[in-house]
């Protein structure tokens, strides 16, 4: 255990924090000296790099920045106690009417969300099966995925006890249905790539009696997408809080049937004999989620696409003033649907790789993250604070006109 003197030494290699002592070293630091410590670099002071995201929401990359408003409600959610369930309860109410679906509550992310919505499949309201996941021996625990929606997501499903069943076709998916079969899978990211299109999947799981549930984490934008797939009858709809909407990272939205979602918050806090005890989120995510969500749907979303044209734009015209340069700029159909910048070059004249070119981005100053790969370096404007596109573009020009060969 750590001493008080060596807590001190520690403490006292923090340049300022020495001053909210003020001398007497057994009093506590007062209010005004708890407010000093809100003005922390707190970063810096860890030897942590901060980053311009020119890359998009990557986890790994800690999501998305929140808006003013968010943090505020997070800090008024940290300020006093309410009771866990009621909270969730009333804003559930809430979003499920901002959204005009059935009901909604806020989970973990959207991998949390498809863990407890799974759950609740497998145990419906049997308080005996919550308490028996990951263990579904006998069960009805089959959840069905098209071979080209199977990424590495699916964990959530078999985390809580489900098994996956792949099929490619209409004809499979009906073939595999029996009574083993509790859930209806489906990815929309990877819409093109699958056989079975949402109408066919959705109708399927009526058919059949099966839930459907559609893993939409990061398809907002657009905004329509929000009320879309719960209005086309998919049973649960997920999304990320802390991608499109700018919500907390460690949130996310579970939207669709109440007795489904009923169901799922069986298996969360503050009931502690569940798997999903430790997707645990509070007050201070739940409102933030709220407050994020109110935000995004008020926003004026097409003068924001425009801003993000311009700036893919603008990152654009500097990289092709560089002989040999060349960029594409795209729209993925579905997840992170917005302005994407890819920007390549013929290395016999300019001669650096992608690869070495992100890397010398990301040690730089500013850094700057982006993505890519061998053959180019991916850009989103998105995640950036508006102006930051100017210092991207100039360093991207800047490094690529270095390497061109004379
Ligand atoms: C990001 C993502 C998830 C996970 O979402 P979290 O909110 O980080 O839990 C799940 N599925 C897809 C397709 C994603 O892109």
Redesign the pocket.
């Known amino acids: 255990m750590i001493n008080r003197r060596k807590l001190l030494k520690s403490l006292t290699a923090v340049p300022f924090i020495g001053s909210i002592w003020s001398g007497n070293a057994s009093s506590f630091p007062t209010e005004k000296a708890i407010s000093t410590l809100a003005q922390r670099d707190f970063f810096k002071e860890l030897g942590v790099r901060t980053f311009i995201n020119a890359a998009g929401t990557y986890?790994s990359m800690t999501g998305s920045l929140m808006p003013k408003e968010v943090t505020e409600a997070i800090g008024y959610g940290a300020s006093q106690y309410v009771n866990l369930d009621d909270l969730q309860d009333k804003v559930g109410e809430r979003i499920a009417e901002l959204l005009d679906c059935e009901y909604a509550t806020v989970t973990s992310?959207?991998?949390?969300a498809m863990s407890i919505a799974m759950a609740g499949v497998l145990c419906g309201n049997d308080p005996e099966k919550v308490k028996k996941l990951p263990y579904t021996q006998g069960w009805a625990n089959e959840v069905i995925i098209q071979e080209a929606h199977q990424i590495g997501?699916s964990q959530a499903l078999t985390n809580v006890g489900a098994k996956v069943v792949l099929v490619k076709t209409q004809a499979e998916l009906e073939k595999a249905i029996s009574k083993k079969t509790a859930m209806l899978w489906y990815?929309n990211?990877n819409t093109e790539q699958g056989e079975i299109k949402w109408d066919a999947f959705v109708e399927t799981g009526k058919k059949f009696g099966i839930p459907t549930f559609i893993?939409c984490?990061?398809d907002v934008p657009p905004v329509s997408n929000l009320f879309k797939f719960t209005k086309m009858g998919f049973d649960m709809v997920a999304f990320?809080?802390?991608?499109g909407i700018r919500g907390p990272q460690s949130a996310?939205l579970l939207l669709g049937k109440r007795k489904y979602i009923e169901a799922a918050r069986m298996h969360t806090p503050p009931r502690g004999e569940t798997i999903g005890r430790g997707m645990k989120v509070n007050k201070e995510e739940i409102l933030g989620m709220l407050v994020a969500l109110e935000m995004y749907l008020q926003k004026d979303h097409e003068n924001e696409w425009k801003l993000w044209e311009n700036q893919i734009q603008h990152i654009s015209d500097k990289a092709t003033a560089i002989v040999g340069v060349s960029t594409e700029i795209h729209v993925p159909p579905h997840?992170n649907h917005v302005p994407s910048l890819r920007i390549m070059w013929d290395e016999k004249k300019i001669n650096i790789s992608p690869d070495a070119l992100r890397e010398e981005l990301r040690l730089g100053h500013p850094s700057i993250q982006t993505v890519g790969n061998k053959t180019n370096v991916g850009i989103t404007t998105w995640m950036m604070e508006p102006g930051q596109e100017r210092i991207v573009a100039s360093r991207i020009q800047e490094i690529l006109k270095r390497n061109q060969n004379t």
């Open positions: 986890t992310g959207c991998f949390g997501y990815l990211a893993d984490a990061a990320s809080g802390g991608k996310g997840a």
